[in-house]
């Protein structure tokens, strides 16, 4: 039997080393094909108090019926005006930017400097998200903190850094480094942002050890006070 | 009987027609889907296929090789026909089930080669309203250049598109393009990374603003990893340009060259479709109460030479159209409210062969079992 395992076996090998000869080579083989691709109009759903909402009432008179899809600038415009989530920032000089492929993160960013390293990422949700203390109580959680009775949360919640940004939004700076003790320089801490818009929630969150989220924190508020809707003014 | 005679003298066909080679074969196949049953557990499904199941050989601690499945079967295929050419070489009608039985494994054997080797897996992402000739592989990865030409709807896009897989480019690979007067160096490839925006002083251009690429362990689930890397284009001999390439980016690099512009852009594989869909209703029905979907699925309008027809597509009827087959897959609606249909296409020149050979084993079968039954009355 061991006879017979040997000799199969020594077959097994030589049969595939064989094909690997055979088949080893790397040309890459170039293909032509015709891709068409058909899209259609983008379909908003607009805010009533979004200036183009009116577009679908609009009176089909001489006027006005130039103003149709077909045109490609226009299109675009109007879909750059009215896309919700479609942000520009500013990023700060001695932190990288990473571009996001997909999920819900807009953008995420580190440091340049690996001795204090942070993650701080860039995310919009439509409508209230839960509310500023839900967001804290789970942000809390998230790095292992314990939760404060609601009236502690609350204060806590107030005492925040209040801002605004170049567009007049309002921010508030949740500095969770304050829950911990100084001592505490390498424990995992988070300092973020909640920039409140009329339909939407931009949630700006910083994460890393809690010296490395203090010494960011000023290039965390110059990201935050940079963030605008794309096609808006200073 | 001559040719029986002759035939089993040779020692090719004596070796391979050896029971025990069958008997260990077998065993093999048995040790390989265990172990590879279990090995995706830690390497993922995708990889645990490859190793295993669609190699012919791999290694073991990083040094002992050990047969892969495909090797196996290969071995067996030609032991099933050594074992027909001399042990039933006599044809006669007693033996008639057993030569169909065989057959019917042979053709077992040849469907997987086929399906191996010529069908491939992708999807079809379509908001309403939307209709495209390609569909999309899942984790394979091509970089694609065309020409800009002139275009008369703004909302038809048609593109002659030139591409190549992504998967064994090397560094300082060239890869000429003659019919478009390119040339392409690969300068850097990694299979996974990380892209970075940054200073721009190192004249790399980019799409997106990308600075620089940082690799990355490749991830066991590859539709998690996103490929990228810095190709040098030469146009015409006269033009250089460093370009990054990242497979996250939507828009593809445009850059001028000999009165041309080309764009260039590394994306997930395109199969070029029969004909081109369109997707012209999707429809959700829910779970009452809840916001669970409990049935989807996509009215589709298929465009082929000026001729056009409507199939529903459900999660349990398919759209069939020669060896392609358009499975309802899931479904998305995006920030906007648009709806979109996510369609699964399955090329598989071989669809039927797993049918046929299921019944010709299955005639086999009866045949033997049938003339053993009257051989038994007989005696």
Redesign the interface.
Known sequence: MTY??KY?YR???C???L??LLGSG?A??????????????????MADSDPHAFMGKMPQDDIHSNLNL?D?DL?AQLNQSV???ALNWV?PNNW???????GMRLASF?NKDTAYPIETTIVSL?GKAGGVSANVTRWMQQIKLAVPSMEELENFVNQQEKLKTQTGADVILIDLTKWQKETEAQAPSMIAAIIEKEDSQIFVKMTGSRESVIKNKDSLRSLVLSIQEAGSQK | MKFKKKISKNRFVQFFASI??TV?CLFLLYILTFWGTVAQIQYGLYQAQNQFFHS??FLVFGFI?F??AQ??M??LFVNLICVALTRFIYYSWRQIGILIIHAGLLLFLISGYVTLHSSHESYLNL????????SAAYHDW?IAI?ESSPQE?????????????VS???PD?V?P?KHLDLQLTVKKFYKNC?????DQSNKILSA?G??RLEPTELLKEPEKN?PGGIFQFNINKNKVLDVIL????AKPFSFQGEGKTYNVILRLK?Y?LPF?L?LVDFKKEEHPGTDMARTYQSLVEILMDHAKREKLISMNDPLRYTDYTFYQSSFSID????ESSVLAVVKNRGRLLPYISTFVTFLGLVIHFVTMAIRSRKD
Not at chain 1, 96 to 102: A, D, G, Y
Not at chain 2, 153 to 165: G, I, W
């Open positions: 017979y395992l199969y077959l097994f090998i049969l595939g080393m094909n690997f790397n890459t083989e170039l293909r032509q094909y015709e891709e068409v691709f058909i899209d259609v109009p983008q379909k908003h759903k077909g490609k299109q896309a919700p989530g990023t990288l930017e990473k571009k996001e492929t997909s580190m439509a | 025990k080679l260990i012919l050989f090789p047969p892969g090797l196996v290969w071995v908001k309403e309203g939307q209709a495209s000739n390609v091509e065309w709807d703004p909302l038809v896009n048609k593109n002659h598109v030139t591409a190549f897989d064994g480019l090397k690979q890869i393009i990380e892209a970075y925006t940054g997106s990308i600075g996103t990242y497979g996250g980016e395109r070029p081109t369109k920030k906007m409210g648009n």
